[in-house]
T-cell receptor, first 113, second 115 residues
């Protein structure tokens, strides 16, 4: 069975500071990894995904994530956050044999002025 | 134009009632999903349809019944509502069912409150 663990439930950070949101997964097969963002009172939208190839993936809004197979991690980073990045961030995993997207518990990013 | 739309946006109802939530996507996708997000923001898949055929049916009470009249619509009917059904329900769609690399596009959610 696959699972996803987001290690921090809340991450407070000041505007223009760098941020890292941590995600670890467990799976016995090759996986596809995703980061979705949920702004207040909205649905989720894709930030970025890792399918294969280069382990450093760049997404929208200046976010990037690095796939680390040996550490089974897919941490999300941004070098300088804005107030508008305040949202809930979800890491998710899927694979060819599960047929579904499994989400982590979410991390609330709170950007303070 | 909204890619994935849901109605209603808010739904407040009494225990024991029956209610439906509608979802429509105009992306031309083959696959649609229903997710439940609980009060702790945990998101879990409930159902998935591909071209009107049920392909994922998680452990969900029989009171929940999805219906897909065509591949652009996936509705969720809930019988005998219970307090624990209070949650945000998200509809989503994606291009394919068997290619699990596809991005899922989410609707804005329906906030259900059972009193």
């Amino acid at each position: 069975a696959q699972s996803v663990t987001q290690l921090d439930s809340q991450v407070p950070v000041f505007e223009e500071a760098p941020v890292e949101l941590r995600c670890n997964y467990s799976s016995s097969v090759s996986v596809y990894l995703f980061w979705y963002v949920q702004y207040p009172n909205q649905g989720l939208q894709l930030l970025l995904k890792y399918l294969s190839g280069s382990t450093l993936v760049k997404g929208i809004n200046g976010f990037e994530a690095e796939f680390n197979k040996s550490q089974t991690s897919f941490h999300l980073r941004k070098p300088s956050v804005h107030i508008s990045d305040t949202a809930e961030y979800f890491c998710a995993v899927s694979s060819s044999n599960t047929g579904k997207l499994i989400f982590g518990q979410g991390t609330t990013l709170q950007v303070k002025p | 134009d909204t890619a994935v739309s849901q109605t209603p946006k808010y739904l407040v109802t009494q225990m024991g009632n029956d209610k439906s939530i509608k979802c429509e996507q105009n992306l031309g996708h083959d696959t649609m999903y229903w997710y439940k997000q609980d009060s702790k923001k945990f998101l879990k898949i409930m159902f998935s349809y591909n071209n009107k055929e049920l392909i994922i049916n998680e452990t969900v009470p029989n009171r929940f019944s999805p219906k897909s009249p065509d591949k652009a619509h996936l509705n969720l009917h809930i019988n005998s509502l219970e307090l624990g059904d209070s949650a945000v329900y998200f509809c989503a769609s994606s291009r394919g069912a068997w290619d699990h690399q596809e991005t899922q596009y989410f609707g804005p959610g329906t906030r259900l409150l059972v009193l």
